[in-house]
């Protein structure tokens, strides 16, 4: 028995050897504005796969999505980190991410044609098996998944992790196709009580395959590490709500992609 | 390769054959009053192990505890299915078990006594690591083992399925020593939103490692098949809901017994 499992091991650590994440950037339009989002595959793997679609922060694309990229890369998936804002544009401060990210919460429409234009990348992308596609997003890329579900996309689940749960048609709740999953911290300042009840109302009234957890003593953020500690900021990273919400995502992702 | 999976498999098979599910009634006092619980454990694996409480639903422990109890077994767990109302008394309707259900929901320093007792019996059991303990209850076993948690007792987790999460002492969730996971019918009319919302709050002040999983379309008793399918009787079974509510346990189990 005990060559057997050392004869596996050496299998395992032969495979991870093998194992290489590639990422590189890919440019794509909606409309006239020119995009540029990231690609990120295991390289070891071979074939279509599962697809996970990931939504940037109120910052645009950056190191914080390629790393959740990444990991869902490595976790066997084909992965398309969404450009929602256009190229070259990641606002660097608050004061110009909220600026930004205004733009898309204010129009709807507009956002969910950013995102839908991103998904059309995952879902044609050559490694990518179209009946399997979910889409995860974080701060501002929860609240555009979230409304990626309302647009009746077919697709087979979203995430939002501390995503804004509001909306200005709730009514389209009655469009969703896909299983929805909604990771909140529970004492997040930016979703309030009143909103999470609005949704929770929303997703009821819509019919919607739903969850909402509720993460006890997390605030906005709470799955980045480079949010600081300091709760009373309203935003902050939680270890144990960043675990538990990844682990969350991944039992919706087996029951989605069984 | 494939002998390799073959053997493994046939090894699996083996030790799958040799599983046999023990189960057998442990008669214990709380006070004067006589207990009959239910003690469950996997006779093909030997030695101390993690250890789970459950606490029955209002008519009392039965066929539907038993089979928990069971599948907590077959997952390596030592199991002692607790018996709060005392030995024979197993209401067969819903008035009689309301009634029953009642003293101890009105009395909650009793409710207290009552489980505590059945811990103390699950912690001595020799097949125990008494360090690994976990409860976790149904309906009014969820009350059960919220109330355990607010007494302060010395286990690693309590996991409440469609309990009621009120308390006349919400003061005490500053005693709480163990994580807490309410899995919460999102419509359940016996829990309503002011009872959860109360409940995140008690939990919020006291300080406690918490979390509530709202299910969407899941009403009262969701987790129990033979609760009927019609939502408009406030309680019905909910496949989809029950099955991710177990799995949330399984992976709070994994975080506490690592």
Redesign the interface.
Known sequence: ?KR?LL??SV?GLVANSQAEIKSKAVEYKQGETILEGLSVQDDAIRGKRPAVLVVHQWKGLGEYEKKRAEMLARMGYNVIAADIYGKGIRPDNPKDAAFEAAKYKDNRALLRARVAAGLEVLRKHDLTDPKRVAAIGYCFGGTTVLELARSGAEISGVVSFHGGLSTPTPADAKNIKCK?LACHG??DPFVP?KEV?AF?EE??QG???????????AVHAFTDSNAGNDNSKGAAYNE?AD??SW??MK?LFS?LFK
């Open positions: 028995m057997i004869f596996l299998m929805v529970a004492d009580p009840a929770e997703m009821r019919g919607a395959d739903w969850q909402l957890i509720s993460y006890g003593g144990k675990k538990r682990e969350a039992q029951e």
